[in-house]
């Protein structure tokens, strides 16, 4: 089982519509929780950080957290065609010092 | 201007040559990272320093090493010992405390080629 597992899409959502990103960690004791978006040939860039159960939000993206589920997602609402992306899950588990990456989703908007 | 600069953007290697990637950061951070990705691949951990002076083995160090002798640069070498090094190399950094600990922050990344 990986650490950090997300379906590598590709994910198609047409434009206006909302995208819905999953990730489920394996490290019961993860305590930090982080979605990065990356543009083809591109860094990653991080957009969400979350630290608590439940929803954060920031514009159009919002973050769910389920600890007893060990599951983390990305909402992204109005999708616009610069959305499309690969988005990285990341989750700092038991060990203070790093994080571990998600394989990634591809998500495209269609216009 | 506050950020994460790597050099050269684009490398290209010969068989048997060690090149070093370089990485700088003005953010005050006192951890950073170097990475691997590979097409259509996740990020895999080679190295991390979380102090000046002190570095640990990532996932998949073999046939790479760096050093961190300032705080504000931790340079990767990649020697002839690594057998497959092809790949986008990203470097990172962050703070060790607080609440955003560990919100890794990227460089630009360098794209290295053997040929």
């Known amino acids: 089982q990986k650490e950090v597992e997300q379906n590598s899409g590709p994910l198609s959502v047409p434009e206006g519509a909302i995208a819905s990103l999953n990730c489920t960690y394996s490290?019961?004791?993860?305590?930090?929780f982080f979605w990065y978006r990356q543009y083809s040939g591109k860094s990653p860039e991080l957009i969400m950080s979350i630290y608590s159960n439940g929803d954060k939000e920031d514009g159009r993206f919002t973050a769910q957290l389920n600890k007893a589920s060990q599951y983390v997602s990305l909402l992204i609402r109005d999708s616009q065609p610069s959305d499309s992306a690969t988005y990285l899950c990341?989750?700092?588990?038991?060990?203070?010092?790093?994080?571990?990456f998600g394989s990634g989703t591809r998500l495209s908007i269609r216009p | 201007d506050g950020g994460i600069t790597q050099s050269p953007k684009y490398l290209f290697r010969k068989e048997g040559q060690n090149v070093t990637l370089s990485c700088e950061q003005n953010l005050n951070h006192d951890a950073m990272y170097w990475y691997r990705q590979d097409p259509g691949q996740g990020l895999r951990l080679i190295y991390y320093s979380q102090i000046v002076n002190d570095f640990q083995k990532g996932d998949i160090a073999e046939g790479y090493s760096v050093s961190r002798e300032k705080k504000e640069s931790f340079p990767l070498t990649v020697t002839s010992a690594q057998k497959n090094p092809t790949a986008f190399y990203l470097c990172?950094?962050?703070?060790?405390?607080?609440?955003?600990?560990?919100?890794?922050?990227f460089g630009p990344g360098t794209r290295l080629t053997v040929l």
């Open positions: 990341a989750v700092r588990g038991s060990s203070a010092s790093k994080i571990i």
């Open positions: 990172a950094s962050a703070l060790t405390g607080g609440a955003a600990y560990n919100e890794q922050f």
């Open positions: 490290d019961r004791v993860s305590q930090s």
